[in-house]
């Protein structure tokens, strides 16, 4: 209602600046008569988010064997290497299911992976909401997997599984994905994806292809071709179809498209 919209004031919350975390962690080394090595670094690491910050000065006192009110004031020193590892194995039970259910797929086949490929390249940002296009435009090793889901498949798998529904959003029109828990985002940014791979069931070591099927069709039989795609795409299956994709190759040659998807 515009009447009462223009009474209600709107009241963000958002991660703690530096000083704000800087003093939390003071607080906490009073309470405990510590002294944390450097606030900077444990910021550099949360980003500011409340929970984490507490999450990871806890898992410092553990590396320190701090589990009490220290007696005289005990400085505290930690390797970031040590603390992520810790850190990252702490969240697991919290959402290593989550990532797995969203790696595998709506339904799972050993060389479907371009969502696993899709989550290590996001891992990689700096930002936890991604422009899906920029990011394929960005990373040619992971294009085609992203550009194979981005339009349609990405979708069907959040919608289908409620435990991804539960924390990553995407809108299909604007190409956004996002990854709104802060400590999932840490989480995916430190885990090791080899041995992820291997959690999910993905083969390692095959030949790498962009698509497990693209439909050759004479004019006349758009329509059918054009039904055998969607069927396909319904499987969870990597299809190529020209329609699925002009906008990725607009403004560039199709016969060096088609002789790569089809060749290669």
């Keep these: 209602m515009h009447d009462i919209a223009k009474r209600c004031g709107i009241h963000r919350i958002g991660p703690a600046t530096e000083a704000i975390t800087a003093e939390l962690i003071k607080k906490g ?11 900077e670094q444990i910021f550099a690491e949360t980003r500011g988010d409340y929970w984490l910050t507490q999450l990871v000065c806890q898992t410092v006192c553990i590396l320190n064997n701090v589990t009490d009110t220290a007696g005289a004031t005990q400085p505290l020193q930690f390797s970031t290497s040590e603390l992520r590892q810790r850190v990252t194995a702490r969240l697991e039970h919290s959402y290593q299911e989550t990532v797995k259910e969203f790696c595998r797929g709506k339904r799972f ?4 992976d371009p969502y696993l490929k899709l989550l290590r390249a996001i891992s990689e940002q700096d930002s936890s909401i991604v422009d899906l296009t920029e990011l394929a435009n960005a990373n040619e090793a992971v294009r085609g ?29 604007t190409k956004h994905f996002a990854i709104e828990d802060p400590a999932l985002f840490y989480y995916i940014k430190h885990l090791d994806w080899d041995a992820l791979r291997r959690i999910c069931g993905f083969r390692i070591g095959q030949r790498d292809y962009e ?6 069709f004479a004019g006349e039989n758009r329509r059918l071709a054009k039904l055998i795609a969607e069927q396909l795409g319904t499987l969870d299956s990597s299809v190529f179809f020209d329609e699925f994709f002009e906008t990725n190759y607009l403004g560039t040659a199709w016969h060096a498209q088609f002789q790569r998807v089809f060749g290669e």
């Design 109 to 112: 086949r050993s060389t479907n």
């Design 29 to 39: 080394e009073e309470k405990l008569n510590v002294t944390f090595a450097s606030s």
């Design 211 to 216: 698509f497990d099927f693209a439909v050759s």
């Design 145 to 173: 997997s992203i550009n194979n889901i981005k339009e349609k498949r990405l979708s069907i798998l959040i919608d289908s599984k409620p435990i991804c529904d539960r924390y990553f959003y995407y809108n299909p029109e």
